[in-house]
């Protein structure tokens, strides 16, 4: 059954597909941030959305709203309602997945059906041709930047370290050093960026364009929808977006689901010349004796 709210979100939706401009950018933070936007301000949506207040009152007009309080409220509506749908379908509320007095047995048996939710999720929509042809861009490549902002630098340092277990180098900059390690990188280079937003308006993904420009092989790891991130890369490893940009306790699902696309990344490597990667693998290991501890995998 239809509803009169759905306007606001198909409006959104729509947007969102079109050309990269401030009105798409509107649009790709709301659908991002769902019911998340009763908590912010006019100002800090459109500061969100690097955009301005009266983009949002044209946002709103464009729609067939008098202004953005109308269109605001109508939009929330909608989202409400489809959030609900979407927790009762996957059992969980991946933004909230827990309540205030939840024992920890709650918290572990939620947390543990997001993460089962994530594996799901991207094994069922995941571009296998694109993971594929990842791992042959990160094999044939002189040097391999991570980009992303501070949790999924976190998350690129375990990639980096998987990959130099198996003798292929990665580097994951501090953000201080994407600018001028990006200007440094040529075309048998390879970059990966990471963002669930997969916004290009601030650093170090603003970098990317140039990347792309230069020939320098990009792989991102995104959502699958909305990302101007994934629109442009060269291989994309993207994954549905479920979960709030900033309203939500953690990012458990986008987290999960960033894990396990990088620990397919390093697998696919891996099984891809295997033989040879098991060989530098054990001449590592070997070579750590004495150095690390015993149980040091």
Known sequence: MAHDEDRAYAFAEESSRGMPGSIKSVADLLLGEGTGICDLTMAQIAARAYTSK??????????????????????????????????????????????????????????????????????????????????AALLSANRIV?????????????????????????????????????????????????????????????????????????VAVTNGERSTLGAIANHTLAFPPLEHYHNKIGAFYSGAC?????????ASCYAQQYAHRQGVRERTVSGMHGIMPEDFS
């Not at 379908?89 to 048996?109: C, I, L, R």
């Not at 960033?258 to 390093?266: A, C, G, K, R």
């Open 258 to 266: 960033t894990s396990l696309i990088l620990d397919l990344l390093y």
């Open 146 to 218: 991570v980009l992303g902002a501070q949790h999924n630098r976190d998350r690129g340092r375990v990639l980096a370290k998987n990959l130099g277990s198996i003798g292929i180098p990665c580097y994951v900059p501090i953000a201080d050093e994407a600018g001028p390690l990006a200007l440094c990188l040529a075309p048998n280079d390879c970059a990966i960026a990471i963002s669930y937003s997969g916004s290009l308006s601030h650093p170090p993904l603003v970098f990317v364009p140039e990347l792309n420009d230069k020939g320098v092989v990009t």
């Open 54 to 135: 009266p983009t949002l009152v044209r946002f709103a007009k464009q729609a067939g709203y008098a202004g953005w309080k109308d269109y605001r409220q109508d939009f929330l509506k909608a989202s409400e309602r489809m959030e609900a749908e979407r927790a009762l379908q996957a059992d969980v509320n991946v933004n909230y997945p827990f309540d205030e007095g939840a024992s920890v047995k709650e918290v572990a048996d939620k947390i543990a059906r997001i993460q089962s939710l994530a594996a799901n999720e991207v094994k069922a929509h995941l571009d296998y041709d694109a993971l594929a042809g990842a791992a």
